[in-house]
């Protein structure tokens, strides 16, 4: 047999060339790209969705105890007839309508303090010790008891019947002279708990709605029993539990974030405070528009003074970057986060007619009471500086970037 060199032989290949397999690998690259963003995006949506769910179901408790405060029997007594008769004239004193409304109004405010924490504080302090002004009740020549209403100059403060003071001022645990909730609350505190561990009031809004949780029921069960085991933890390991976002990080929450930013527009300053029916804020007692008894919108440009206005509670997630953005306690002047700042310590309402306007007369000296605010108004005074932060308000304009993906009950 000849070779004929005309003739060309077919060869057959058992092998991908180099070429074909890097365009492979490149396609199964793309491949497993799209599948792990996909699992990403569905792990990432179902987080997204159980935060919303816890957050749905402890906005519902909260705002069923928020709506109660509304209509919720408060009594203002003063002391008995016999025990304030100073003369043959004068024969006791009477609180005045305009009054006793002011005092419930702050009754109401102390409960919400004390009732719906948001602070480690809030459940340390005792009632605050709250004073009635009250008129005289006189005898006129005719012998007829006659009331002065005219007469501001001749009223009297008074301590009101409410809850007394801590007995034991050492000892925060005390569960006596408290409302019974905020007993509660107290009960359920580890022995030797630390409230001053830095770590620990990081994450103390949290750890108040856990409390809050597991101390309400919904259809007579238990509110912590619609939060998922999984979304309880401890992750400052202080021993005191916290309630977890998808992401297994602590949930926020201000009960009265009067910095707050809302950019769905739920809030509107020119409504008035919806617990305050009567309007009996000393704010609505006076006439300068740049009284210090008017509250602060930080949030209008520039900042400008109005009445109290109606403040929800916030709870909210930092989502899946983590962070906040926004300030879940007061800042000083100086840009120090406040964490471990009072309602109740060292708030003193002054004596003048800047705070007290036409009230103001009538007023013994030595009663300067303390004045539970929502609206912050004493710390507004005396911190003046550009680094000053409300709760709820955005931290730097950096930081509002970090609020984008924020998960909360107001949206």
Not at 89 to 113: H, K, P, T, W, Y
Not at 254 to 259: F, L
């Amino acid at each position: 047999m000849q070779f004929n060199p005309m003739i060309q032989r077919t060869y057959h290949r058992n092998a991908f060339t180099l070429v074909e397999l890097l365009v492979s690998l490149v396609v199964l690259s793309l491949l497993a790209g799209m599948v792990i963003a996909a699992v990403q995006g569905v792990n990432q949506t179902a987080r997204e969705a159980r935060t919303r769910s816890i957050i749905d179901a402890i906005d519902s408790v909260l705002m069923e105890q928020y709506q109660s405060y509304k209509y919720r029997p408060f009594s203002v007594e003063i002391p008995s007839l016999e025990t304030q008769v100073n003369s043959m004239v004068d024969v006791g004193f009477e609180i005045l309508a305009s009054e006793s409304a002011r005092v419930r109004l702050m009754m109401i405010r102390d409960m919400q303090r004390m009732e719906m924490p948001d602070r480690l504080s809030d459940i340390v302090d005792a009632p605050t010790p709250l004073y009635a002004a009250a008129n005289k009740v006189v005898v006129n020549q005719a012998g007829r008891i006659v009331r002065t209403t005219d007469g501001k100059q001749f009223r009297k403060v008074f301590p009101v019947s409410w809850y007394g003071v801590n007995p034991d001022s050492n000892d925060v645990m005390d569960t006596l002279g408290v409302p019974s909730r905020l007993a509660a609350y107290r009960s359920r505190f580890p022995a030797g708990f630390d409230f001053t561990n830095t770590e620990a009031l990081k994450n103390q809004g949290a750890e108040c709605l856990y409390l809050i949780m597991a101390t309400s029921f919904v259809g007579g069960s238990p509110a912590i029993d619609v939060i998922p085991n999984s979304s309880i933890g401890d992750t400052d390991n202080d021993g005191l539990p916290e309630i977890l976002d998808g992401w297994g990080n602590p949930l926020g929450f201000i009960r009265w974030p009067v910095g707050y930013l809302d950019l769905e527009q739920s809030i509107d300053t020119a409504v008035a405070d919806d617990v305050d029916l009567y309007r009996s804020d000393y704010a609505y007692a006076v006439s300068n528009a740049t009284s210090p008894a008017l509250a602060t919108d930080v949030n209008s440009v520039p900042p400008v003074q109005v009445r109290p206005w109606s403040l929800r509670p916030l709870v909210f997630s930092a989502g899946a970057d983590g962070e906040f953005g926004i300030a879940t306690n007061p800042w000083s002047d100086a840009g120090v986060e406040q964490t471990n700042f009072s309602y109740r310590a060292n708030w003193d309402w002054p004596l003048d007619v800047s705070h007290y306007g036409n009230e103001l007369p009538g007023r013994a000296s030595n009663n300067v009471p303390t004045f539970p605010d929502p609206y912050l108004r004493r710390f507004v005074e005396t911190q003046t500086g550009a680094s000053r932060r409300l709760p709820g308000q955005i931290v730097t304009p950096v930081s509002a970037k970090f609020i984008a993906d924020n998960i909360s009950n107001y949206k």
